[in-house]
């Protein structure tokens, strides 16, 4: 069977900022130098050229009514820290390069800019930006958020996706196979008299609102509606990995009734981690997440993700699962950050549960060679997975346990180092006992001897008693003084615990 578990615990998130793919821009950008015996097929390099602007309370207006869309860059300012100041200069020239390729495009005249969110408050607030270190596309009647990698390539690529129509027509065969191909993404496809009509221009509306995150599709020909099974004014919601769509009720449909519609069902239980939108459900990653790591090129990689796929369908309504799928061959550079974070073997699919907080972990056995979990298997471990059964934060309790253990033992070690103390303590207080008893059999034979030889010398007895007396002071002396090292000793027993119990605390 394949429902145990092992488990990782470690202080990495799992989910990494947007800024940590300064090296990743680097990396892209020292391709420049990699020719493939054209300079067409180059990947462009940065020609030295400024192209960002800074945009301040004085310009931003006047810079931005140049461009029929406008990149913004809202970011925090870097200060004096020389790694932020490095950070920014990179993400400053993976802009530049953006900018370089945006302005050979002839469609459309596109800017890229910066504002600091330290000294252009006045600027952010006005343009609406409440997020900072965060791209914003400003288009005509809309503001877009970029929410994928700090790459040049990736940036263009998605600004791209926003320069398109937010809705694409299906004509023809080939068409539809393209649309039937798409799998990661949510995808929604009506069929309408025309352009012209009403329904239809409710339906791209709606589209408008989403754009580019959910694709929309329609399309006027019979022919295509009729493998696609929809009736006219009719639209289909399709589930990313899912083959069955859902039968959007109520046609035909106000822009207001779709927009609910999708808002309402745009959860996803199996969703793609992309590099162009890393988390496209919802911004908030806190928390736990099932996380599954399958490379769809590979063989078992490919046979998992069709597992994958089954339990997503058959799960279609349960609004508590929600799998996150990332293919290892997109993200090269964060295999060894993973493999190590999480403990495992990214040659082989995998799937746990993550917590985002503090990346603990707990993943499914799957080594390499044994046969992959069924359909039923998967169910049952990601059933034990919500109902709580399968947790890693179980890790920091078993770490809470160890602590106790170790105080408890720091404990009992001082309790031994008083006894200890005690022993030693009444050691020193037999030995000074013993010689104040020998002192004074001394001074009474000698006061015997004193009064055998002088019985008559009154004077000799005289400064016998006075030394008797002298020897019962010093006696006394010593006794007040054995009682005095006593109390001490004690006082320094109790002060020794009292240190003892203080550390014990702080360990605590």
């Given at each position: 069977?394949?429902?145990?578990?092992?488990?990782?615990?470690?202080?990495?998130p799992?989910?990494?900022?947007?800024?940590?793919?300064?090296?990743?821009?680097?990396?892209?950008?020292?391709?420049?130098?990699?020719?493939?015996?054209?300079?067409?097929?180059?990947?462009?390099?940065?020609?030295?050229?400024?192209?960002?602007?800074?945009?301040?309370?004085?310009?931003?207006?006047?810079?931005?009514?140049?461009y029929?869309?406008?990149?913004?860059?809202?970011?925090?300012?870097?200060g004096?820290?020389?790694?932020?100041?490095?950070?920014?200069e990179?993400?400053?020239?993976?802009?530049?390069?953006?900018a370089?390729?945006?302005?050979?495009?002839?469609?459309?005249?596109?800017?890229?800019?910066?504002?600091?969110?330290?000294?252009?408050k006045?600027?952010?607030?006005?343009?609406?930006?409440?997020?900072?270190?965060?791209?914003?596309?400003?288009?005509?009647?809309?503001?877009?958020?970029?929410?994928?990698?700090?790459?040049?390539?990736?940036?263009?690529?998605?600004i791209y996706?926003?320069?398109?129509?937010?809705?694409?027509?299906?004509?023809?065969?080939?068409?539809?196979?393209?649309f039937?191909?798409?799998?990661?993404?949510?995808?929604?496809v009506?069929?309408?008299?025309?352009?012209?009509?009403?329904?239809?221009?409710?339906?791209?509306?709606?589209?408008?609102?989403?754009?580019?995150?959910?694709?929309?599709?329609?399309?006027?020909?019979?022919?295509?509606?009729?493998?696609?099974e929809?009736?006219?004014?009719?639209?289909?919601?399709?589930?990313?990995?899912?083959?069955?769509?859902?039968?959007?009720?109520?046609?035909?449909?106000?822009?207001?009734?779709?927009?609910?519609?999708?808002?309402?069902?745009?959860?996803?239980?199996l969703l793609?981690?992309?590099?162009?939108?890393?988390?496209p459900?919802?911004?908030?990653?806190?928390?736990?997440?099932?996380?599954?790591?399958?490379?769809?090129?590979?063989?078992?990689?490919?046979?998992?993700?069709?597992?994958?796929?089954?339990?997503?369908?058959?799960?279609?309504?349960?609004?508590?699962?929600?799998?996150?799928?990332?293919?290892?061959?997109?993200?090269?550079?964060?295999?060894?950050?993973?493999?190590?974070?999480?403990?495992?073997?990214?040659?082989?699919?995998?799937?746990?549960?993550?917590?985002?907080?503090?990346?603990?972990?707990v993943?499914?056995?799957?080594?390499?060679?044994?046969?992959?979990?069924?359909?039923?298997?998967?169910?049952?471990?990601?059933?034990?997975?919500?109902?709580?059964?399968?947790?890693?934060d179980?890790?920091?309790?078993d770490?809470?346990?160890?602590?106790?253990?170790d105080?408890?033992?720091?404990?009992?070690?001082?309790?031994?180092?008083?006894?200890?103390d005690?022993?030693?303590?009444?050691?020193?207080?037999?030995?000074?006992?013993?010689?104040?008893?020998?002192?004074?059999?001394?001074d009474?034979?000698?006061?015997?001897?004193?009064?055998?030889?002088?019985?008559?010398?009154?004077?000799?007895?005289?400064?016998?008693?006075?030394?008797?007396?002298?020897?019962?002071?010093?006696?006394d002396?010593?006794?007040?003084?054995?009682?005095?090292?006593?109390?001490?000793?004690?006082?320094?027993?109790?002060?020794?615990?009292?240190?003892?119990?203080?550390?014990?605390?702080?360990?605590?």
């Amino acid at each position: 069977t394949h429902t145990h578990t092992h488990t990782n615990k470690q202080t990495h998130p799992i989910l990494l900022p947007m800024k940590w793919t300064w090296v990743l821009v680097a990396v892209l950008l020292s391709f420049g130098g990699l020719s493939l015996g054209k300079e067409s097929l180059d990947f462009p390099e940065y020609d030295g050229k400024d192209r960002v602007h800074d945009l301040n309370a004085k310009n931003y207006k006047s810079v931005m009514k140049k461009y029929d869309v406008m990149v913004v860059y809202y970011h925090d300012h870097p200060g004096s820290s020389r790694v932020a100041q490095k950070q920014f200069e990179i993400e400053e020239l993976a802009l530049e390069l953006v900018a370089q390729v945006l302005d050979e495009f002839d469609d459309e005249d596109i800017g890229v800019g910066l504002i600091d969110a330290k000294h252009d408050k006045v600027v952010a607030k006005k343009l609406d930006l409440d997020e900072s270190d965060s791209v914003y596309i400003f288009t005509d009647d809309e503001v877009i958020e970029y929410d994928g990698e700090f790459a040049a390539d990736t940036i263009v690529e998605f600004i791209y996706d926003v320069l398109e129509d937010p809705v694409e027509i299906i004509d023809n065969s080939r068409e539809l196979k393209g649309f039937e191909n798409i799998e990661e993404d949510i995808k929604l496809v009506g069929y309408f008299k025309s352009h012209k009509s009403e329904h239809f221009e409710a339906f791209a509306d709606a589209a408008e609102e989403f754009h580019p995150h959910i694709k929309f599709f329609a399309t006027f020909s019979p022919k295509v509606a009729k493998a696609l099974e929809l009736k006219l004014n009719e639209v289909d919601f399709y589930e990313p990995f899912i083959d069955d769509p859902v039968v959007i009720p109520g046609k035909p449909y106000s822009e207001e009734e779709l927009v609910e519609f999708i808002e309402d069902n745009d959860r996803q239980v199996l969703l793609m981690f992309s590099v162009s939108l890393f988390f496209p459900q919802d911004d908030d990653v806190e928390g736990e997440h099932i996380i599954a790591f399958a490379e769809e090129s590979d063989p078992d990689g490919f046979e998992f993700l069709e597992i994958l796929k089954e339990v997503a369908e058959d799960n279609t309504d349960n609004p508590d699962l929600s799998i996150v799928w990332i293919d290892p061959d997109d993200f090269p550079l964060l295999l060894p950050h993973w493999e190590k974070t999480f403990g495992i073997d990214l040659s082989y699919p995998q799937i746990g549960v993550v917590d985002a907080g503090d990346a603990d972990s707990v993943w499914m056995d799957m080594d390499e060679g044994d046969d992959l979990p069924s359909v039923d298997e998967l169910e049952d471990w990601i059933e034990d997975a919500l109902s709580g059964k399968i947790d890693p934060d179980e890790d920091d309790d078993d770490d809470d346990d160890d602590d106790d253990d170790d105080d408890d033992d720091d404990d009992d070690d001082d309790d031994d180092d008083d006894d200890d103390d005690d022993d030693d303590d009444d050691d020193d207080d037999d030995d000074d006992d013993d010689d104040d008893d020998d002192d004074d059999d001394d001074d009474d034979d000698d006061d015997d001897d004193d009064d055998d030889d002088d019985d008559d010398d009154d004077d000799d007895d005289d400064d016998d008693d006075d030394d008797d007396d002298d020897d019962d002071d010093d006696d006394d002396d010593d006794d007040d003084d054995d009682d005095d090292d006593d109390d001490d000793d004690d006082d320094d027993d109790d002060d020794d615990d009292d240190d003892d119990d203080d550390d014990d605390d702080d360990d605590y």
